[in-house]
Structures are given as C-alpha cells and as structure tokens.
C-alpha cells in the first residue's frame, strides 16, 4: 500500500521547483499561489491563515500549505493536476501495487477564494 501525496506534495518534487519558477510558467497553477497583502505599509500573507501560507521569493507570491511549509498544497481544481497524479498512481499500479491510502482526503481542495477564518475570541471562556 502506498500513500499518495495527501493534498500535497514534497517541495523538492520538480513540480513545485517549475510551479515556483515563474508566475507565467504552466505548471503555477498546479498549486495555490496569491500575492500579498498591504496593512499599515507592510506586506502580509494574502489571509489570516498566516501559519498555512509560504513567501516565495523568485515570484513573490505566497503557496498555500495546510501542514508543514515543505508540503505545498496542489491545486486539486485544476483538471491537469488531477490527470496528473492518476497518471502517477497508474504507473504504481502497473508495477504492483494494489493500493493506496488517501491521508487527510477532507483536506483535498478548499473554500473559492481562501477567504479569511473567522478568529475566535478565546476570552469568551474566561
């Protein structure tokens, strides 16, 4: 049994090496990808999910990642990355195995427009 990327992939994988290379490249969108924000004169993650989001600095763009910044997410909407990582399970099929295990599936794609959580006032409980 194998484990196939979760939603997510290693950011040594030549994807995310390609996907970070330009903003005009064609791999880009394989993963989720926005510019930043200005507050106050300062650049910002592009959400609130500050803890999820990485800068990169050859785009200046910042990639989404759910987990550890050496995970970046894929973009799972895109149909090209969906072939894609068939593509890569076939292979593994073909050499056989016969399975595979879908850690974090309920994390595969995410909310159109990553809008901002809501932040939760803790001191209600005290």
């Not at 992939?9 to 090496?17: G, L, R, T, V």
């Not at 510019?35 to 650049?43: H, K, L």
């Not at 099929?93 to 990553?114: A, H, M």
Request: glycine letters at 4%; a negative charge.
């Amino acid at each position: 049994m194998s484990v196939p990327s979760h939603p997510h992939i290693y950011c040594q994988h030549a994807w995310f090496s390609v996907s970070k290379s330009s903003k005009d490249d064609s791999k880009h969108d394989w993963y989720i990808w926005r510019p930043g924000r200005v507050a106050n004169g300062e650049e910002l993650p592009p959400t609130q999910r500050a803890c999820s989001r990485e800068r990169d600095p050859t785009t200046g763009e910042y990639y989404l990642h759910l987990f550890v910044s050496k995970q970046p997410d894929l973009n799972w909407d895109n149909p090209i990355v969906r072939s894609a990582v068939w593509d890569v399970m076939r292979l593994w099929v073909r050499r056989g195995y016969d399975g595979f295990r879908l850690d974090v599936i309920n994390f595969i794609s995410e909310t159109d427009g990553l809008p901002d959580a809501l932040l939760a006032d803790h001191t209600q409980y005290y």
